[in-house]
């Protein structure tokens, strides 16, 4: 479970620019859920997600995780803390050109010093799973844009996470691409893991995948719904 009280974040903080992203978010993110984050441009989507994936830092406030409080932890901890719990979908794929699908699927899991021969096999795994084997050893840059999505999806899951965080993650990606990605959240949720998305697709958040809608505005919650 992830909980945050009273989190505020503001940017170019004592300058003539200085803006307010989050203004006192009081929320409680349930295991095992699909959790939807909506709101229009500049309400905080982004920014929250970052946070809740320990990311980025609240100006203020306190996010737990599990019972943990983590918002002071030193770097070293947060980052051990996103390979184990968090997997990361983003709006662009951000795979790395010049090398495989399957070494891209491969790179997030080299810090856990897992054995290549069986990290190679477990990238391989959900490389089939997403219908992409054939795919393995093709440069992404050879790849369509659904193609390196869901190898980015592949990515996201190679330490196993609890928690899947993305962020717009059919922006880019037609109506059947975008069905098929919720198949891939149902099958998440079926193994038990916590998926937390924003979007502005009603094809995501109206999905009955979905367990909750949370409604931001201006940095402030709007709403939770479901």
């Not at 503001?10 to 978010?25: H, M, R, W, Y």
């Not at 201006?218 to 719904?225: P, R």
């Amino acid at each position: 479970m992830i909980e945050l009280t009273n989190v505020k974040k503001a940017f170019n903080v004592g300058t003539p620019s200085e803006c307010s992203a989050l203004n006192g978010i009081t929320l409680t993110i349930s295991d095992k859920m699909a959790t939807v984050l909506v709101g229009p441009s500049g309400s905080g989507k982004t920014t929250l997600l970052t946070i809740i994936g320990c990311m980025a830092r609240p100006s203020s406030g306190r996010v737990t995780l599990n019972g943990r409080e983590i918002t002071s932890l030193p770097e070293r901890f947060l980052t051990e803390i996103r390979r184990k719990t968090f997997g990361f979908i983003f709006q662009q794929p951000n795979l790395i050109k010049g090398i495989t699908a399957l070494e891209n699927v491969m790179l997030p899991a080299y810090p856990t010093g897992t054995e290549h021969a069986a990290l190679r096999e477990e990238a391989m795994r959900l490389l089939h799973g997403l219908h992409l084997a054939e795919k393995a050893v093709s440069k992404v840059e050879w790849l369509s844009g659904g193609e390196a999505q869901r190898v980015s999806i592949a990515r996201a899951l190679i330490n196993n996470p609890s928690a899947i965080i993305a962020d717009e993650p059919t922006a880019h990606l037609d109506t059947s691409l975008s069905r098929r990605f919720l198949e891939i959240v149902e099958r998440f949720k079926a193994e038990g893991k916590t998926i937390l998305m924003t979007s502005h697709d009603p094809l995501v958040y109206q999905s009955r995948v979905v367990d909750r809608v949370v409604r931001l505005r201006d940095g402030k919650l709007e709403e939770a719904a479901g």
